[in-house]
T-cell receptor, first 115, second 115 residues
């Protein structure tokens, strides 16, 4: 069975400093992995997606994530945080086959950005 | 291009009643999936429809049902509402032409409160 574990429920950074949101996945096969962001009282917005092409994936708003099979990790990073990045972030896995659009979500990491 | 549209955005129901939520996918998308988001359980997959057929189902009781119409619009229904059904219900759409790794787009959700 596939699963994702987000290692931090809350992360707090200062504006202009780097962001690191950690995610480990569990899968018997090479999965599809995603990061979504949810701003307060909003739906989910796709930040980036990994589907076994390049291991370093660039997303929107300056975010990127690196797929590391040896570490079963898919951590999300951004070089410099902006106040507008404050939101909840979800690491998501999609089963390698037959899962269609059945996404499995991590518990989420709430990112706070301080001036 | 319009995004995923969900109606109603907010609703309050009484225990024992039923509710129907509606979702219009992005034009050209044939797959619609539904998710429930609660503070305690996080984001959980309910079901997915493709070309009017349920293709995948999560672990929810039979009180939760859905359907998809020929124009790809979808509805979900919850009968005999319980207090624990209070949640944000998110609809998502995708092309659905791959059994894994589809890019999935979410609506802003329908907030259901059961009193």
């Amino acid at each position: 069975a596939q699963s994702v574990t987000q290692l931090d429920s809350h992360v707090s950074v200062s504006e202009g400093t780097p962001v690191l949101l950690r995610c480990n996945y569990s899968s018997s096969y090479s999965p599809s992995l995603f990061w979504y962001v949810q701003h307060p009282n909003k739906g989910l917005q796709l930040l980036l997606k990994y589907t076994s092409a390049a291991t370093l994936v660039k997303g929107i708003n300056g975010f990127e994530a690196e797929f590391k099979k040896s570490e079963t990790s898919f951590h999300l990073t951004k070089p410099s945080a902006h106040m507008s990045d404050a939101a909840e972030y979800f690491c998501v896995v999609s089963p390698p086959s037959g899962g269609y659009n059945k996404l499995i979500f991590g518990a989420g990491t709430r990112l706070a950005v301080h001036p | 291009k319009a995004g995923v549209t969900q109606t109603p955005r907010y609703l309050i129901k009484t225990r024992g009643q039923q509710v129907t939520l509606s979702c219009s996918p992005i034009s050209g998308h044939r797959s619609v999936s539904w998710y429930q988001q609660t503070p305690g359980q996080g984001l959980q997959f309910l079901f997915e429809y493709f070309s009017e057929t349920q293709r995948n189902k999560g672990n929810f009781p039979g009180r939760f049902s859905g359907r998809q119409f020929s124009n790809s619009r979808s509805e979900m229904n919850v009968s005999t509402l319980e207090l624990g059904d209070s949640a944000l219900y998110l609809c998502a759409s995708s092309l659905g032409d791959s059994d894994s790794g589809n890019t999935i787009y979410f609506g802003e959700g329908s907030w259901l409160t059961v009193v």
